[in-house]
Protein backbone atom coordinates (compact mmCIF):
# COMPACT_ATOMS: atom_id res chain seq x y z
CA UNK A 1 0.00 0.00 0.00
CA UNK A 2 1.49 3.49 -1.07
CA UNK A 3 0.59 7.30 -1.71
CA UNK A 4 1.93 9.62 -4.18
CA UNK A 5 3.00 12.71 -2.02
CA UNK A 6 2.77 16.19 -2.79
CA UNK A 7 6.44 17.78 -1.70
CA UNK A 8 8.34 21.35 -2.28
CA UNK A 9 11.42 19.55 -3.38
CA UNK A 10 12.62 15.76 -4.34
CA UNK A 11 13.08 13.52 -0.88
CA UNK A 12 15.77 11.24 -2.27
CA UNK A 13 14.73 7.25 -2.71
CA UNK A 14 15.27 4.74 -0.04
CA UNK A 15 14.40 7.70 2.52
CA UNK A 16 12.50 6.85 5.35
CA UNK A 17 9.21 9.28 6.22
CA UNK A 18 7.12 9.16 9.43
CA UNK A 19 4.13 10.53 8.71
CA UNK A 20 1.33 11.55 10.89
CA UNK A 21 -2.04 10.98 9.06
CA UNK A 22 -5.90 11.94 9.90
CA UNK A 23 -8.96 10.38 8.84
CA UNK A 24 -11.79 12.15 10.84
CA UNK A 25 -10.89 12.71 14.13
CA UNK A 26 -8.59 9.79 13.95
CA UNK A 27 -4.96 10.46 14.14
CA UNK A 28 -2.40 7.37 11.94
CA UNK A 29 1.52 7.34 12.63
CA UNK A 30 2.81 5.22 9.85
CA UNK A 31 6.47 4.66 8.38
CA UNK A 32 7.34 5.08 4.77
CA UNK A 33 9.47 4.72 2.71
CA UNK A 34 9.98 6.53 -0.71
CA UNK A 35 9.93 4.41 -3.94
CA UNK A 36 10.03 6.69 -7.02
CA UNK A 37 10.21 10.42 -7.87
CA UNK A 38 9.05 12.13 -11.49
CA UNK A 39 11.17 11.03 -13.89
CA UNK A 40 10.03 13.49 -16.65
CA UNK A 41 8.49 16.55 -17.72
CA UNK A 42 5.20 13.99 -18.16
CA UNK A 43 4.79 14.11 -14.56
CA UNK A 44 2.45 16.45 -13.98
CA UNK A 45 2.09 16.25 -10.28
CA UNK A 46 4.48 17.32 -8.09
CA UNK A 47 5.94 14.78 -5.41
CA UNK A 48 7.55 11.39 -4.58
CA UNK A 49 5.44 7.85 -4.68
CA UNK A 50 6.22 5.85 -1.18
CA UNK A 51 5.16 2.84 0.44
CA UNK A 52 3.76 2.39 3.58
CA UNK A 53 5.91 -0.11 5.99
CA UNK A 54 5.25 -2.42 8.82
CA UNK A 55 1.67 -1.81 8.42
CA UNK A 56 -0.62 -3.47 11.47
CA UNK A 57 -3.79 -4.63 9.74
CA UNK A 58 -5.79 -1.79 11.90
CA UNK A 59 -3.64 0.49 10.18
CA UNK A 60 -4.40 -0.75 7.28
CA UNK A 61 -7.69 -0.55 7.73
CA UNK A 62 -7.81 2.43 8.23
CA UNK A 63 -5.34 3.70 5.13
CA UNK A 64 -7.70 1.62 3.01
CA UNK A 65 -10.55 3.59 4.08
CA UNK A 66 -9.08 6.93 3.93
CA UNK A 67 -7.63 6.39 0.69
CA UNK A 68 -10.72 4.71 -1.13
Given at each position: ????????????????????????D???????????????????????????????????????????
Open positions: TGALLDTRGPIPVGTTLSLALWHGQRLAVECEVVRLPETARDTLPGVAVRFVDLSEAQRAVLEDALA
